[in-house]
């Protein structure tokens, strides 16, 4: 008797799984495919971030130090709509460090090697461990039009200024590069001179609530916007007629 009774409990919390096993799978490849659509993380994508991640620390300690409470640095890219209606409508800002004595947009590299000037001021040339020499796009270059978008948008008062910096402790700067292109290890130094000439124009310090909220009127820290974002520069970089632009 006892053994019919397991057999018949068998029986059903099998039938009862057959009938939930359909849902199951039916569930399983939209998680599945969800994970094949999220690009693959290179190393230069790892790189990048890590660098990014050391400068926003970085720039949040400094800040403590010298504001205290009263500044604003977004845990995060902010994306700016500055060319609507064309093929890249959209630039990606790494930082946005929102203090009384100035808004500063940084760009963030994490190359190792020297950095020295280039022919072009739009470029700087990079030389590797190995000695090979390559040309990049600056990153004050790359800057340029989101510092002209935000100075557009908001403002004159508040003054606006675009920072590139470098976060591999393997990088050396050459002392002919412009000097808003600075090493990790100068952030300090740099937000200390900045706001000790601010100080000097006896301005009003920019309230940094107001300007945060104005910066949001023609910003977005979206996540999926982001996406999309890089989902273009990822699209044109694969694009072989690309090559020789």
Same mark, same amino acid.
């Given at each position: 008797?006892?053994?019919?009774?397991? =057999?018949?409990? #068998?029986?059903?919390?099998?039938? *009862?799984?057959?009938? *939930?096993?359909?849902r199951l799978r039916r569930s399983m490849p939209a998680r599945v495919e969800h994970q094949h659509n999220a690009p693959p993380a290179t190393r230069a994508m790892i790189r990048g971030e890590a660098g990014e991640a050391a400068v926003r620390a970085e720039l949040r300690r400094v800040l403590a130090g010298l504001c205290g409470n009263d500044f604003y640095l977004h845990d995060g890219a902010v994306l700016v709509q500055h060319a609507p209606g064309t093929a890249f409508p959209t630039a990606e800002i790494d930082h946005i460090a929102v203090t009384p004595f100035g808004i500063f947009v940084v760009e963030t590299k994490n190359w190792s090697g020297q #950095?020295?000037?280039?022919?072009?001021?739009?470029?700087?040339?990079?030389?590797?461990?190995?000695? =090979?020499?390559?040309? *990049?796009?600056?990153?004050?270059?790359?800057? *340029?039009?989101?510092?002209?978008?935000?100075?557009?948008?908001?403002?004159s008062v508040w003054p606006i200024e675009g920072l590139g910096v470098f976060a591999s402790p393997d990088c050396r700067l050459h002392p002919g590069l412009p000097l808003p292109l600075i090493h990790i290890n100068e952030i300090a130094l740099w937000l200390r001179l900045r706001r000790s000439e601010f100080a000097t124009t006896r301005k009003k310090p920019v309230n940094v609530r107001v300007a945060w909220d104005a910066i949001m009127l023609n910003a977005s820290i979206c996540g999926r916007g982001i996406e999309e974002h890089r989902k273009r520069l990822r699209a044109h970089a694969k694009d072989p007629a690309n090559d020789a632009v």
């Open positions: 008797m006892t053994s019919l009774l397991g =057999v018949a409990a #068998i029986g059903y919390f099998g039938y *009862r799984f057959a009938r *939930r096993a359909p #950095i020295a000037p280039a022919a072009s001021a739009d470029d700087v040339v990079r030389t590797g461990a190995d000695g =090979v020499a390559e040309v *990049r796009r600056s990153p004050l270059a790359q800057n *340029r039009t989101k510092v002209a978008f935000l100075n557009r948008k908001l403002p």
